[in-house]
């Protein structure tokens, strides 16, 4: 699908592109390729005779291949998130900034420029070029991360008040929380891997000097927030790796407690097992044999012993 929009007072306006020719507009400024047919991409590579790298593609493209001018035209690729919560992913999105009109090339319709199209189709005179859209976007991904972080950091203090809540945790509960832990830290690395692909595609923009004055304190004031969210990332991860240890640590209690309570049942059970087997032999010369009381005495003698043991071990805590 092609979303194209033209630039009119600050305003972007979405034309509709039903041929090669509705590109031929002197005041386009953003090309929004998602999930593109072949046609399409056939449009745009005609009308501004370039050759666009296609999505299947763009996870291929080499770290040092990832921005780069060509021609006079600024190439970049970056990463974008899909989403939020523990199911996201990083999207690759080509930009190609060509005269006075951005194209950006992605296999999915992401909410960062989602919110772009209908943010800058409301807002008048937010937009003063092409350049300000892709700055924009940027930006607007940065903001999004910061609310990824959010949620992720909300997730761990749900999960930190149940791990750290007093009561010892189930084997059960321990593994629901180790997964949600997990999930955490998965959603954290991919954030702050996607703020320092930010981080080097504004760097790139800032080195090609083709940004205007208040357009790079702009970026600059991106770069400050990535610093920040990267320090907060750190922070989390350290809150991770201490609600892990936590975790496995009432796991490893729990374990303790099995163990224990086996070794303290195998010490219970060695004394009426020595009396069993004594009285097993079966010698011809054994008292007990031609008594009465004999075999009442030997049962109370072996409760007798598996008693005592535990009486102790009673007293000594270890039954807790």
Do not use: C
């Not at 072949?38 to 493209?61: A, M, S, T």
């Not at 992605?106 to 420029?113: A, G, R, S, T």
């Not at 830290?185 to 004055?213: A, W």
């Not at 201490?242 to 303790?256: D, E, Y």
């Amino acid at each position: 699908m092609l979303y194209a929009f033209t630039l009119k007072s600050g305003y972007l306006n979405r034309i509709k592109v039903d041929a090669a020719a509705d590109l031929r507009n002197e005041q386009l400024a953003w090309v929004d390729m998602v999930d593109a047919t072949p046609e399409e991409f056939e449009w745009v590579e005609q009308v501004y005779d370039l050759q666009l790298p296609h999505p299947e593609h763009l996870r291929d493209i080499e770290a040092s291949a990832r921005f780069y001018e060509d021609e006079g035209d600024l190439h970049l690729r970056s990463d974008f998130l899909s989403g939020t919560d523990s199911r996201s992913h990083s999207v690759a999105v080509a930009f190609v900034l060509t005269g006075e009109t951005l194209i950006s090339v992605h296999e999915e319709d992401l909410p960062v420029f989602r919110l772009l199209r209908l943010r800058m189709h409301a807002e008048s005179g937010s937009v003063g070029d092409s350049r300000d859209v892709l700055v924009d976007l940027y930006s607007m991904d940065v903001e999004y991360s910061a609310d990824a972080l959010e949620a992720v950091y909300a997730d761990l203090g749900r999960v930190g008040g149940s791990v750290l809540g007093g009561a010892p945790l189930s084997d059960h509960q321990a593994s629901v929380a180790l997964a949600e832990i997990a999930s955490a830290e998965y959603m954290n690395g991919r954030i702050r891997r996607n703020v320092m692909d930010t981080q080097r595609g504004l760097s790139f923009l800032i080195r090609s000097k083709t940004l205007k004055p208040a357009q790079i304190e702009e970026v600059r004031q991106i770069q400050l927030d990535i610093e920040s969210l990267d320090g907060h990332t750190a922070f989390l991860f350290d809150k991770i790796n201490f609600l892990m240890a936590t975790t496995v640590g009432f796991i490893n209690i729990n374990q303790n407690r099995i163990v224990r309570m086996f070794s303290v049942v195998s010490a219970a059970l060695l004394p009426p097992t020595l009396i069993a087997s004594i009285y097993g032999m079966n010698f011809q010369f054994m008292p007990e044999l031609g008594w009465q009381l004999g075999y009442p005495f030997a049962l109370f003698l072996m409760l007798l012993t598996v008693a005592i043991p535990f009486w102790f071990f009673y007293r000594k805590g270890w039954l807790k």
